[in-house]
């Protein structure tokens, strides 16, 4: 499958622009263990204060890459995890026989940061939430540009979001956690633009998930100056080819 990127947004730790991760794709540029959330000053002050770290990271994100066409663009919001921390809590509240909160519970589901896209946005578009484990950064670009093809957008948004779990988690973890939200403004491949190719092999037999996100591998790939990558978990062979060479 062939598509053209035309936004890509990114933020972890202290990159945030372009620049940033052009120095990461390069080995100019470390990613820092810290978790800045985005200011988010366009959305106001009463909504913005119900938004957690992870669900302001995706909307920063979301919001910088759709640009104009945020209000009609369909989109694929993903995450393997989701907003865990929120979910972790509403957990131990069930555990300890406390009152569940119908907002928390809300704002905690997959699809919740995507409707809240939608709301700020007034955005009626088809959207749809992918949770696919360690290929989740992945198949959501494989089912955006499914549905890219099969429709007739001019454009879809894919948003993934991670954030580093809580820590009674880590141990079932075999990935470097990274707080991290990336939206991609996906078009169709033509053939005057450079465009990025994604080849997938089904049962690739790897005893163990591979240590870095996809996203990372996504944003030195898409970065940086190589013309392929291939990117191995423990169901799937993923190939990353380039059209042309980026300017």
């Not at 700020?120 to 494989?142: C, Q, R, V």
């Not at 079932?172 to 990025?196: F, N, T």
Request: proline fraction near 4%.
């Amino acid at each position: 499958m062939e598509f053209r990127v035309k936004n890509c947004v990114a933020w972890a730790g202290e990159l945030t622009s372009d620049a940033d991760w052009r120095g990461f794709a390069n080995g100019e540029k470390m990613l820092a263990d810290v978790t800045l959330a985005p200011a988010l000053k366009q959305i106001p002050a009463m909504q913005r204060r119900r938004l957690s770290p992870f669900a302001k990271m995706a909307l920063h994100c979301a919001l910088e890459a759709s640009g104009d066409v945020a209000s009609s663009v369909p989109s694929v919001f993903s995450s393997r995890h989701g907003d865990l921390h929120k979910t972790s809590k509403l957990i131990a509240d069930v555990a300890d026989n406390a009152p569940l909160s119908p907002t928390q519970f809300g704002l905690s589901v997959h699809n919740a940061v995507g409707g809240q896209f939608s709301i700020y946005t007034k955005n009626k578009a088809p959207l749809t939430a992918i949770s696919a484990g360690e290929d989740t950064f992945l198949m959501a670009i494989a089912d955006a540009v499914c549905k890219l093809n099969s429709n007739d957008y001019g454009s879809i948004l894919v948003v993934y979001t991670e954030e580093v779990v809580p820590l009674k988690y880590e141990k079932y973890i075999q990935q470097r956690q990274v707080s991290i939200g990336i939206a991609l403004l996906l078009e169709k491949a033509q053939s005057s633009e450079p465009s990025i190719q994604l080849n997938v092999a089904a049962n690739a037999v790897n005893e163990y998930e591979n240590t870095t996100l996809q996203a990372l591998d996504f944003l030195t790939f898409y970065h940086g100056s190589q013309d392929q990558q291939t990117i191995s978990s423990k169901r799937h062979i993923w190939t990353l080819s380039k059209s042309q060479l980026r300017s």
